[in-house]
Nanobody
Framework: VQLQASGGGLVQVGDSLRLSCAASGRTPSTMSWFRQAPGKEREFVAGINFSGVRKDYGDSVKGRFTISRGNAKSTMILQMNSLEPEDTAVYFC?????????????????WGQGTLVTVSS
């Protein structure tokens, strides 16, 4: 499985941004987004199961970010609204073949290359 993340960029506080992650090869069961800000550990942002019914969000993004999967299930979308400077980070998509959304990065087998999101005040 190869993951390709895209959609990052420079935005202003309060703006919205949409990230995409495309999986090639075998479609993974669980897909998630993590992010890593400069000098900080990588943290869980949001995760989604294969059907798209089960979702989980990190506390800092609840109510502002929405995760979804495309109809073909090989694409994952992160709609980010009301962006704050604290959301500035490199965003990584991750996937694993097993069911069950995990907030631990060590549970994920596959990782994309990351896309930079910068929120300017």
């Amino acid at each position: 499985v190869q993951l390709q993340a895209s959609g990052g960029g420079l935005v202003q506080v309060g703006d919205s941004l949409r990230l995409s992650c495309a999986a090639s090869g075998r479609t993974p069961s669980t897909m998630s987004w993590f992010r890593q800000a400069p000098g900080k550990e990588r943290e869980f942002v949001a995760g989604i199961n294969f059907s798209g019914v089960r979702k989980d969000y990190g506390d800092s993004v609840k109510g502002r970010f929405t995760i979804s999967r495309g109809n073909a299930k090989s694409t994952m979308i992160l709609q980010m609204n009301s962006l704050e400077p604290e959301d500035t980070a490199v965003y990584f998509c991750a996937a694993k073949p097993q069911t069950g959304i995990s907030r631990s990065m060590t549970d994920y087998y596959y990782w994309g290359q990351g896309t930079l999101v910068t929120v300017s005040s």
